[in-house]
């Protein structure tokens, strides 16, 4: 049993991050994921526990908590038709020759290449 639910939830979260990652453009992707995430977990997990103990009382239900669960799963599959498909933008960044990371490129292939030669 548990195999299964893993195996359900790694089909899930695999290409959840992908997917959400997505939806921003390349130059503001980690920005744009990190406050969507983080905006998201503090509105609706952060009022979780105030939502669903109103709706208990109100109701008078005490599977009241479902309803709060299915204006979530409304709220995501609504989203889910709002996805952008950013397949085919470009996305490869430009790396000046004078930029670190192309320095740290060349001290590595000459390293590589004295440690070759056996110098």
């Known amino acids: 049993?548990?195999?299964?639910?893993?195996?359900?939830?790694?089909?899930?979260?695999?290409?959840?991050?992908?997917?959400?990652?997505?939806?921003?453009?390349a130059g503001v992707r980690?920005?744009?994921?990190?406050?969507?995430?983080?905006l998201a977990v503090m509105i609706f997990g952060g009022f979780a526990q105030f939502i669903v103990t109103w709706l208990?009382?109100?109701?008078?239900m005490a599977i009241a908590p479902v309803?709060?669960?299915?204006?979530?799963?409304t709220l995501g599959l609504i989203g889910s038709f709002c996805l952008i498909d950013r397949t085919h933008e470009a996305?490869?960044?430009?790396?000046?020759?004078d930029s670190p990371v192309e320095a740290a490129a060349h001290a590595a292939g000459t390293l590589n290449r004295v440690v070759a030669q056996g110098v």
């Open 30 to 38: 980690s920005t744009g994921l990190a406050l969507a995430y983080n």
């Open 56 to 60: 208990i009382q109100n109701t008078g």
């Open 91 to 97: 996305q490869l960044a430009v790396v000046d020759e």
């Open 67 to 73: 309803f709060y669960v299915l204006f979530a799963v």
């Open 1 to 25: 049993m548990q195999l299964m639910l893993c195996s359900l939830l790694a089909m899930f979260f695999g290409p959840f991050s992908a997917a959400v990652a997505e939806q921003f453009p």
